[in-house]
C-alpha cells in the first residue's frame, strides 16, 4: 500500500498567538463575579452562625462565615495553604468565565 502524496502547500494568513487567546498570560484585571449562592447545612450549625452573628462576630452571617475561614487559613501549614489558594483560583476562573 502506497501513501498518499499531495503537492497541495497551505498558507496561514490570519494565526494568533497563544497570549491573544488568553492562554499563558495573567489577567491584567482580578477577574471575578460576586452572586448569591446557597451552602447546605444542618439546623445546628445554621443556628450557630446566626448565635455568633447575633453576638457580633459579624453584622452578616456571610462576614462569621469569612472570619471563621480566615481564622482558619492563618493556622494552616504553607504546603496546604499553597493548595487552597490553587483549588480556590480555579474555582473563581471557573465561576467568571461561568457568570461573566
Known amino acids: 500500500m502506497a501513501l498518499l502524496n499531495h503537492d497541495v502547500k497551505v498558507k496561514v ?3 494568533v498567538s497563544r497570549e491573544e487567546l488568553g492562554f499563558g498570560a495573567e489577567p491584567t484585571e482580578k477577574e471575578e463575579v460576586t ?5 447546605r447545612t444542618n439546623n445546628h450549625v445554621a443556628n450557630q452562625l446566626n448565635s455568633l452573628t447575633k453576638i457580633g462576630l459579624g453584622k452578616t452571617v456571610n462576614e462569621v ?4 475561614i480566615d481564622s482558619k487559613l492563618d493556622s494552616l501549614p504553607d504546603s496546604t495553604k499553597a493548595k487552597y489558594d490553587m483549588l480556590l483560583d480555579i474555582a473563581e476562573k471557573q465561576d467568571f468565565l461561568t457568570h461573566k
Open 13 to 15: 494568513t490570519d494565526q
Open 35 to 39: 452572586y448569591s449562592k446557597t451552602v
Open 65 to 68: 462565615i469569612q472570619s471563621l
